[in-house]
């Protein structure tokens, strides 16, 4: 008996008009096109950081002031937005090139949803290397596959935890505006991983070091851990990015419904069940359109962002 072929591989889907199968990009290929350009964005605000952290690092060897972590932490400029507007002066520990960075992240958010989150956030890129450096063992070392297979199977039942765990960075956000707001301090500072992050190889690294080596570590088993259930910035992201006009959407009639466009979303939404896709948790990486087989199925539109969304 002939095997039925694959619905991935089915040209004719079924009687549906479907356009071009676009073969997936793999190895040094998949850096061409829209995700190389992104891991370009990335890999130079990873180096950014890392120049500031070996700076610092050396720096505290020495003796001489070093930059300060938060010159470059937009999270910052929200931190101390309601002292700003009372008194017109900063919180310790911000300066006005954080309000500077807070108003261009939180503008990107609305003119392309969350790329700030999904093309520059260095924290970000940090997990996503780790995941892949996960995926590449499991590839290779077998037994490295089987144990993460059986460690998935009998994680399955916490699913159910996932959304309303990622309703935490809102609540993150909350007590780290708030806080702020009535003590007159950066309350989420000690807590920041990235903080932690530009403080490498300091003695000023503190509970945030622990954060981010959860982080890290939670990144080899769930993607971006961290954005997914923590971050108050990718929380403050995703509430702007619901009025960006920029998303994804999905042609029912070329979709063949292969679920790679799920599969490859980072940030678990379920993209096959949506027309658009308007998530708040959306970061704007594109892996989505990247992983469709098929040309016209999922593509980036400009529109009013209303409708029915994942």
Known sequence: MTPTPSRILDVSGAGRPFGAVRRPRRGFAALRGIQGARRMVQTSALALVAAIAINRAL????????????????FGGLETLATFLTTGAFVPHVHAANVVLAAAVLLL????????CGWVCPLGFLQDLMAGAGAAVQRRVPAAHRAMRALRAKA?????????????????L??????????????????????ALLD??????????????????????????WCRYACPLGA????????????????????????LCTRSCPMGIDVAKAAKVTSPDCIGCLECVEACP??????????LPIGAQA
Do not use: Q
């Not at 300091?202 to 993607?223: I, M």
């Not at 960006?244 to 292969?258: F, L």
């Not at 098929?294 to 529109?303: F, K, P, Q, S, T």
């Open 109 to 116: 958010a609305v003119l392309a949803r969350g790329a700030f």
């Open 156 to 172: 399955r039942p916490l699913a159910i935890l996932d959304r309303p765990l990622r309703l935490a960075k809102y609540a993150v």
């Open 236 to 259: 403050a992201n995703g509430l702007l990015a619901r009025l960006s006009p920029v998303r994804p959407e999905r042609s029912e009639s070329a979709c063949v419904n292969c679920n």
């Open 174 to 195: 909350a007590w780290a505006l708030w806080g702020t707001a009535a003590l007159g301090v950066m309350v989420f500072r000690d807590a920041d991983p990235w903080i």
């Open 59 to 74: 720096a505290a060897a020495s003796g001489p002031a070093a930059t300060s972590p938060e010159a470059v932490c937009p």
């Open 294 to 303: 098929r040309a016209g199925a999922l593509e980036l539109h400009v529109g």
């Open 200 to 225: 490498i190889g300091t003695a000023s690294a503190g509970f945030g070091a622990a954060v981010l080596a959860v982080t890290v570590v939670g990144a080899l088993f769930v993607d971006r851990p």
